[in-house]
């Protein structure tokens, strides 16, 4: 804060010298009236008491006179030396006084005039202008005579000057002392001022000089420090620090005013593979209208907060039933769940996982709340899509267990515990011109773990890049084997977004054919719809890369993405695979039936091979074969077998070469 020296700050005002002169004559003439009387009233009683001769008292007065005369001489001459050398001390001092005084006024002149931070002096009755400096001039853009024509209130902007019937010397009074104030410059510009004022007489009035200083772009950092530590820089929603305040704040007044709050987490769902194949920019944009989605259909009071990537939360208090936060979660679930454009790069269709919890039946102070509403999230994600779930006590007990398989995870991808086995893709023929490896996790006390249970996880916790490092290499070695030995097989290898996102992908895959030997036409690579039809310009890059190199490329569940069909004929592409969720439909439902048939008729018009999986039942196999499906993959044929079995089971079904 700005500060100022308390000197005494007048101009031309002068100094009382006719009292230093007056006072001393009255002193000495007092002091000669009071020695008179005293020598009168006591030498005439002196005299009169050693004298009765009339002669010799006469002669005694006459010597008393020219005594008085004598000694009041003396003693004038002592009064009038002592007072002459103290009004010359005193006079010396005025001198001095005068003299700082000057220096002063010249001074404060100075440091007035020459101040870098802009200063005027202002009457304190009338609050005009008396005095501006070069500073006030060039900052606030008025020209010294313009700036004598104004008041302290014309520096206000209009909305916050007060109104001419209120007290013009309120703010006055206000602004006395420090403070910040808004001040608007000539051009009509807006900025932030830090203001010390200090009274003074000025030419005789009182009044009051101003220093003021600039903190506009301090006040902006400020704000915006304080902006970027409480909310979210790309969405506006209070952050998760925010919104544990809120949290913390809003439990202590439930408790004392005996009501509910209830906590949301909202998960978005593939929000992962909208990102890795659509870009950041639509991630971006997703988030946003999210964002956008859940505040216009939060209640007036509630909180809608950005805890992390696409993680939002949901905070409400007041008499809240368990049936009123259900409500809650359905509304969001279902103000998420309609299209939702990205401009330019597609539609898509966005839906989310809630997890809620309710103090105080679910959480009795803000820390439980967050965990046991997390663990509540992560049960409901557990259960699909599009699902909510309220906490229940045994949730902390899953996800301790959760946590337990992913340490488990780790160990075995170090220990070498995961198995490969290969589900055969069978031809119209009846040949086997095709294996699909799939993955499993030989956990040392669960047995053969479904990669439905710890794939989620991998790629949570990011494990599934060592993961997927490994099963690429162990399928490429297999496929050279089985090529070595008279198996023309093509391998399909499963590809996450975050394995197709990386940046040597196509010298990584490279590098495994060829320490392998395996022939790149015999490596099919499946990536998911939502991968590829970003169709930015880095995936068709790394397509077109991979399949010059030699390598086939299949977008595997095919139908269940984000995009539009017009891309396929632009992507370097081979073949599609029909979802299964159609393939489970056929030929009972007529929308499956149809979509199933409109998929294989454009692989069919853009040369691409279609293959089906999920293929369980003869009614199945039966209608893609009418619809000439070229390849089928399901139980109905063989489940995934290791590979020894699998060999056998194609060699069985193959014509061995003569």
């Known amino acids: 804060m700005l500060s100022l020296r308390h000197e005494t700050f007048r101009w031309r005002r002068r100094l009382p010298m006719d009292r230093l002169i007056l006072f001393p004559a009255l002193r000495i003439a007092l002091i000669y009236l009071l020695l008179s009387v005293v020598w009168i009233a006591v030498s005439d009683k002196v005299v009169a008491t050693l004298f009765t001769d009339p002669a010799a008292l006469t002669h005694a007065q006459t010597w008393k006179g020219w005594a008085f005369v004598t000694v009041t001489a003396v003693l004038l001459g002592f009064l009038v030396q002592h007072e002459m050398e103290r009004y010359s001390r005193i006079q010396k001092a005025l001198d001095h006084a005068r003299a700082e005084q000057l220096a002063s006024e010249q001074r404060y002149h100075r440091m007035f005039a020459e101040s870098p931070l802009p200063a005027w002096v202002s009457d304190s009755e009338t609050d005009r202008i008396l005095a501006v400096n070069e500073a006030a001039i060039k900052h606030y853009g008025y020209s010294r005579e313009e700036w004598l024509h104004l008041t302290t209130h014309d520096l206000r902007p209009p909305t916050l000057a007060p109104k001419p019937e209120e007290d013009q010397l309120k703010p006055v009074r206000q602004i006395r002392g420090s403070g910040v104030w808004s001040h608007m410059r000539k051009d009509g510009s807006v900025m932030d001022m830090e203001i010390a004022t200090h009274d003074l007489d000025f030419e005789g009035r009182p009044a009051r000089m101003v220093i003021a200083n600039d903190i506009t772009e301090r006040r902006q950092a400020e704000e915006r420090i304080y902006y970027l530590a409480y909310f979210d820089a790309l969405t506006g929603l209070p952050n998760r620090v925010l919104l544990m305040e809120r949290l913390r704040s809003e439990v202590q007044a439930a408790r004392q005013q005996r009501h509910s709050v209830v906590l949301a987490f909202v998960d978005l769902d593939r929000f992962k593979d909208i990102n890795d194949s659509l870009g950041h920019k639509a991630g971006d944009e997703l988030l946003q209208e999210t964002a956008r989605r859940l505040t216009r259909m939060m209640p007036r009071g509630g909180t809608v907060a950005r805890m992390s990537a696409d993680l939002f939360a949901l905070l409400l208090s007041g008499h809240i039933r368990r049936e009123d936060s259900q409500r809650l979660a359905n509304d969001a679930l279902a103000c998420l769940g309609g299209p939702i454009d990205l401009g330019s790069l597609c539609m898509v269709e966005a839906t989310a996982c809630i997890g809620l919890a309710l103090f105080p039946d679910d959480g009795d102070d803000d820390s439980t709340m967050m965990r046991n509403a997390e663990a509540a999230l992560h049960h409901a994600i557990s259960q699909g899509r599009n699902q909510s779930a309220f906490y229940q006590a045994d949730m902390n007990t899953r996800s301790l267990e959760r946590l337990a398989m992913e340490t488990d995870l780790r160990q075995s991808l170090e220990q070498g515990r995961f198995v490969l086995h290969y589900q055969p893709q069978i031809a119209l023929s009846g040949r086997v011109t095709g294996v699909e490896a799939l993955v499993r996790w030989n956990h040392p006390t669960q047995g053969l773990v479904s990669p439905a249970r710890f794939i989620p996880l991998a790629e949570e916790s990011g494990l599934i890049i060592p993961l997927g490092t490994w099963v690429l290499q162990e399928a490429c070695r297999q496929a050279s084997l089985w090529h070595r030995d008279g198996l023309e097989l093509t391998m399909a290898v499963n590809l996450s977004s ?161």
Do not use: W
């Open 498 to 658: 975050i394995q197709f996102r990386q940046p040597r992908l196509v010298a990584h895959v490279a590098a495994v054919l060829e320490q392998t030997g395996l022939p790149p036409a015999l490596l099919e690579l499946e990536v998911t719809e939502s991968i590829i039809m970003g169709d930015t310009d880095d995936v068709a890059d790394t397509l077109r890369s991979l399949q010059d190199m030699g390598v086939q490329i299949s977008i595997d569940d095919f139908g269940t993405g984000y995009s539009s069909l017009a891309y396929l004929g632009r992507l370097a592409v081979n073949k599609l695979k029909i979802d299964q969720s159609f393939v489970r439909g056929i030929p009972a439902q007529s929308d499956a039936a149809a979509i199933t048939a409109t998929i294989i008729a454009l692989a069919k018009n853009l040369h691409l091979t279609v293959i089906a999986e999920g293929v369980e039942t003869s009614a199945q196999a039966d209608f893609l074969r009418k619809q000439d499906c070229d390849e089928m993959q399901g139980y109905l044929f063989s489940r995934p077998l290791p590979p020894r079995e699998a060999e056998d089971f194609i060699r069985s079904r193959n014509t061995l070469p003569g």
